[in-house]
């Protein structure tokens, strides 16, 4: 209550706003055609029009006029009054009941298109109605049917006040009770991310906002319609609905005049949501397999179908561009080239991105389930969208990697091979010169067909790497097929090569060599499956 009691006192504070402004344009004259003129006002309705000259602004005069009307109507309170009409050098003098009211000119009877006397009638006429009218206005009987009628405009409005007190905690209450029961298991299913209470706030909201939108409304037509009762304040109260039922009429009788237009929005919006259906349907056949197009990729078939929407999409508004409302107003042209300034200077680099995108993906480098490096990062390419490629790494992270990166970088694909024989692992040890070099191959070699994973054929070759210092460093080349499981398989072949040079009790001086230790740095005995724990674990498991 004590907000609406706010709004209601900033309504108040509105219309003496409007009222100060209505006094002061009461007098004001409009000009047509080159011609100053201004209207007679008596009461909120305007009598007839007058013509001003240089020495006698329209303004000036109609306000003299309107100040002589109402010094005859508040002069008596009588049901008549005398009129009469004299004809002099410049035009008929219109008096009331004795008092020099108006001198209609030749110039007015010029603005009027009329004859002049035939226009001193007529002034002579609405000049009487005028008093007449104020009079009666502002006789007791009058004010007391204002009275009546302002005292059932405010019970009209209290009755409207509380019906929508009630009809607001009715929709709260029962917009609360809506959203839990129908939200309740989404809710449950989602885990709590969606949240019941904030989504009756939200719709609360809406409604709250409409209401107070309909009470703002009621508040100003209904202090309207009191200041319409009395004749002092009709002419401000005529103002104040001017101010918001001709723009509430022009947006209605918009709307009804943009119908046609809007019909043919509605048109081009179904032909072109029907094309994108169709398409959507025959990539989805691609997709499926349904369809088969040359060389045409299946992880091509999103990519490109967002494309050709996004074309339709901008075709469409090229032809609904005409018929959407203001398109032709200085305005609207002056916002669309601000708004297309400020993407052309702020997206460069995701324009960049855009284009790289496009060029990652149809250039069959790389593919969804692939096994990529790029730079430090090793992952297996999880979706590739406009902008950016996700991988998931071997430790199941996900890196985002914007497309300008990767088609900027180089990028290594075990996924893909350059023939059919596959990719070629190795690693290099360093063995001292004693020993026999062919020796040292067979171990390598034996090591690698140890190791799952790694073909038989081609075979396993050894190549010399370099005569280091102190050793030989040996390279084990071996092929695969399996290029998203290769640190797996290095580290096989790393544990098979130990196993085979300790067996037969060679010692592998990699990384680094200082002197000739005097035992072989190698196993001695084969380990008995159990660790130190385990047997600690165990003897105290048998103690209790």
């Not at 007015?108 to 006429?125: F, P």
Request: with cysteine; aromatic share 10%; proline share 3%.
């Amino acid at each position: 209550m004590i907000r609406l009691l706010v709004i209601a006192v900033l309504v108040v504070q509105t219309l003496c706003l409007s009222v100060a402004s209505a006094q002061e344009t009461a007098t004001s004259a409009p000009m047509s055609s080159g011609v100053f003129q201004a209207p007679v006002i008596l009461d909120g309705s305007e009598l007839f029009l007058l013509r001003g000259v240089s020495g006698m602004p329209a303004e000036r005069r109609a306000l003299e006029v309107h100040e002589r009307l109402v010094q005859v109507a508040t002069a008596s309170n009588s049901n008549t009054v005398n009129i009469q009409k004299r004809e002099e050098r410049f035009g008929f003098v219109i008096l009331a009941d004795g008092v020099e009211i108006l001198t209609v000119t030749q110039a007015d009877a010029a603005l009027e298109k009329i004859d002049l006397a035939l226009l001193a009638d007529v002034h002579a006429k609405v000049i009487k109605e005028a008093i007449l009218s104020y009079r009666s206005e502002r006789s007791d009987k009058a004010r007391i049917e204002g009275a009546i009628y302002a005292l059932g405009w405010t019970l009209a409005f209290a009755l409207f006040t509380f019906l929508g007190f009630l009809l607001r905690r009715f929709l709260n209450t029962r917009i609360t009770r809506l959203v839990h029961r129908n939200l309740a298991e989404v809710e449950s299913a989602t885990r709590a991310h969606v949240r019941a209470d904030a989504i009756a706030a939200l719709i609360r909201f809406g409604i709250n906002f409409v209401l107070l939108s309909i009470f703002f409304l009621g508040v100003y037509y209904y202090l309207s319609f009191i200041l319409l009762a009395f004749a002092e304040t009709r002419y401000v109260a005529q103002l104040l609905l001017t101010y918001v039922t001709r723009p509430v009429l022009n947006i209605v009788l918009g709307f009804f005049n943009y119908l046609p237009n809007l019909v043919t929005l509605l048109i081009i919006a179904a032909v072109t949501q029907y094309i994108i259906r169709g398409l959507r349907i025959f990539f989805e056949a691609v997709e499926a397999g349904s369809f088969e197009i040359g060389n045409f990729e299946r992880h091509w078939v999103i990519p490109t179908f967002n494309i050709v929407r996004a074309i339709l999409i901008l075709i469409a508004l090229v032809f609904a561009f005409p018929y959407i409302p203001g398109s032709e107003s200085a305005a609207f042209q002056g916002l669309t080239i601000l708004v297309g300034a400020m993407l052309s200077l702020g997206s460069n680099s995701v324009m960049n991105n855009l284009i790289s995108g496009l060029f990652v993906i149809y250039r069959r480098s790389t593919s969804i389930g692939d096994r990529i490096k790029i730079g430090e990062h090793l992952g297996d390419v999880v979706e590739i969208k406009m902008m950016e490629t996700h991988l998931r790494s071997i430790k199941n992270e996900l890196i985002s990697i914007p497309n300008a990166q990767l088609l900027n970088s180089e990028v290594v694909n075990y996924s893909k091979h350059a023939d059919a024989n596959g990719l070629l692992v190795h690693t290099t040890v360093g063995i001292g010169y004693e020993e026999p070099t062919e020796k040292v191959e067979a171990m390598l070699i034996e090591a690698a067909r140890r190791t799952n994973g790694l073909k038989n054929r081609p075979a396993p070759f050894v190549l010399w790497a370099a005569l280091a210092d102190y050793a030989v460093n040996y390279q084990i080349n071996a092929y695969t097929t399996q290029g998203a499981i290769i640190p797996r398989i290095k580290s096989d072949l790393h544990r098979n090569i130990l196993d085979v040079f300790t067996e037969n009790g060679v010692q592998i001086m990699t990384p680094s060599y200082v002197a000739d230790p005097p035992d072989a740095k190698v196993a001695t005995a084969p380990w008995d499956g159990k660790l130190a724990h385990q047997d600690s674990g165990e003897k105290e498991h048998s103690k209790a």
